[in-house]
């Protein structure tokens, strides 16, 4: 009979003191929410996997973000152009156009950016970059990002990150 008053006790007291047993961590949502433009596909549902801090677009949004960190808001778009997609990233200051893709090879990517299904902002200040020589992955290394990043993704396969480093728009690879 006593046996079992001890642990009742311990359960009122715990309750009088406002916890109801052990303490359970408490959940702390730090993912903001995102419009998921293709709920159908759960691949969508991981990217807080590799991102922390995201918002998802459709590819027929603009993106407005300080890219270069001179503070104003640039404007990204996803477009295509004589049958090749690509970027045009707009400078919120000088108004002057980067285009990336659109028949324009773009570091070690192509000219064509059609086989991007979504795409995204990150404001990471750490992302990856997988390390890949002679078309073989050879590891993969950290890199700090000082501007929101745009993220290119195709589904089950992966993709890469455009950042303003160094002066300019740059390819971080992020795909096997």
Known sequence: MYKHAIPSFALILLNACGQAGPSQPEKV????????????????????????????????DTIREDFNGDGAADEAVFTTRNDKAGILITDGKTRKTTQIGLGEPFEEMSDDFSWVDYWGVTKDSLTY????????????????????????????????????????????????
């Open 29 to 60: 949502e730090n993912k903001p929410e995102v419009a998921d433009p293709a709920p159908e596909n759960p691949e969508l549902k991981f990217l807080h996997y590799e991102f922390d801090n995201y918002q998802l677009f459709s590819l027929k």
């Open 129 to 176: 970059e997988i390390i890949v020589e002679g078309s073989e992955v050879v590891g993969d290394t950290e890199v700090r990002l000082a501007h929101p990043a745009i993220f290119l993704r195709r589904y089950e396969v992966g993709g890469g990150l455009i950042a303003f480093r160094n002066g300019k728009f740059e390819w971080i690879h992020q795909a096997d």
